[in-house]
């Protein structure tokens, strides 16, 4: 049933500027399919958040990272893995774009969405969608050129429901385990009792 699983993006504007979150939530009980192909795309999304890159490494090549988890179970999703965002307090903007098409390179402060997702026409849709920040993390040692990686600075629970445990690597498991006591901590002091109540259970570890 289509109904049964929902990606909702947010994007709020200000005089500050914007963001960029999807987060695909279970609605009712999600398929087996649902779960796997949900935890494919989620091992795609950690690839990019833990990428460390040679300056010139274009976007195509980061692509290349978040769709491998789908495309060696013989499945692709039609669509970019990140833009930029917020340049000029606009959602789609100048940065490296990550898709196949991308031939840019990423450069130290650019902020770029990490999304990959799957579609089943006529069945169910996932995305999980953060921003990224593009910095400096070291040097090559071979050719002295800088060495880049990604900040995530969105923080939204991924939900818990729709990942399949065992498929994910010890490393993997624990960047998601990470990033959501990053969530819990961040976040819990602006809540109520009752809000920290479900952002601690939302962000278990797994």
Known sequence: D?????SFPTRRSSDLGTTDITRTLAIGEPTAEMRERFTLVLKGHIAVANAK???GTTGAQIDALARAPLWAQGLDYAHGTGHGVGCYLAVHEEAASVSPRGTDPVLP???ISN????YKEGAY???IESLVLAQVVGTCPDTGKPLLGFETITLCPIDRRLI?????TGAERDW?????ARVRETLSPNLNA???DWLTAATAPI
């Not at 289509?2 to 929902?6: C, F, G, I, K, N």
């Open 125 to 127: 849709g996932i995305r």
């Open 109 to 111: 402060g650019m902020i």
């Open 115 to 118: 999304e990959p997702g799957y």
């Open 53 to 55: 890159f040679p300056q």
């Open 176 to 180: 998601l385990n990470d990033y959501h």
């Open 164 to 168: 399949v445990p065992e498929m994910l």
């Open 194 to 196: 009752a809000e920290r």
């Open 2 to 6: 289509h109904r049964d699983l929902h």
